[in-house]
């Protein structure tokens, strides 16, 4: 089993609808999430952190489900640059592993107009 | 802020032979820097962990007399592909994390290495 597990997608998005998708992961000492986008052939970006209250960055907002283990990414009012794979990252304390990532798969996202 | 470089983009180089790549935090310090390699349609890979004036952490099956890497200072790591052949051939990313300790990696922007 992976460790953190995602919907490769891909999720085609109307321009302006709304697209939501999650990622689990399996290390219940994970203490760190992040969601970063990657666009083809480049590195990823960092999009967000995800908090456990739940946190809102303009049309985006990433959810934290400790009990569940899931993380989820929601897009409002799509647009056709949000096109692109969403990589769910998730860390370790880093007194044991000075923080290393482990990702997901990602998620491909192609908004169409 | 918080702005990784890479060095080169690109290269191509001939089997048997070896390529270095740079990665340098451009704005701040970063104690701690890891390389990972990408192949097409795939996932990041973390081939090692490398931490300043201290041995790198490779993963397993990441073969570190193959795959040299040095911190010599807070802002600078290197990674050495040592006789490169075609399979080596993939997509190197650094990433650097802040000394002052949050959680984030910044990624370089990737060096892509063709070994032919």
């Known amino acids: 089993r992976k460790e953190v597990e995602q919907d490769p997608g891909p999720f085609n998005v109307p321009e302006g609808a709304t697209v939501a998708f999650n990622c689990t992961y399996s290390n219940s000492a994970s203490q760190s999430f992040f969601w970063y986008r990657q666009d083809c052939r480049k590195e990823p970006k960092l999009l967000m952190s995800v908090y456990s209250s739940g946190n809102e960055d303009g049309r985006f907002t990433a959810q934290l489900n400790r009990a569940s283990q899931y993380i989820s990414l929601l897009i409002r009012d799509s647009k056709l640059s949000d096109s692109a794979t969403y990589l769910c990252v998730v860390s370790l304390d880093e007194t044991d592993s000075w923080g290393k990532f482990q990702f997901g798969a990602g998620t491909q996202v192609v908004v169409t107009p | 802020g918080a702005v990784v470089s890479q060095h080169p983009s690109w290269v191509i180089c001939k089997s048997g032979t070896s390529v270095k790549i740079e990665c340098r935090s451009l704005?701040?310090?970063?104690?701690?820097m890891f390389w990972y390699r990408q192949f097409p349609k795939q996932s990041l890979m973390l081939m090692a962990t490398?931490?300043?004036?201290?041995?790198?952490?490779?993963e397993q099956g990441v073969e570190k007399d193959k795959f040299l890497i040095n911190h010599a200072s807070l802002t600078l790591s290197t990674l050495t592909v040592t006789s490169a052949h075609p399979e080596d051939s993939s997509f190197y990313i650094c990433?650097?994390?802040?000394?002052?300790?949050?959680?984030?990696?910044?990624f370089g922007p990737g060096t892509r290495l063709t070994v032919t």
């Open positions: 704005d701040f310090q970063a104690t701690t």
């Open positions: 990433s650097a994390r802040d000394t002052l300790g949050a959680a984030e990696q910044y």
């Open positions: 490398s931490n300043e004036g201290s041995k790198a952490t490779y």
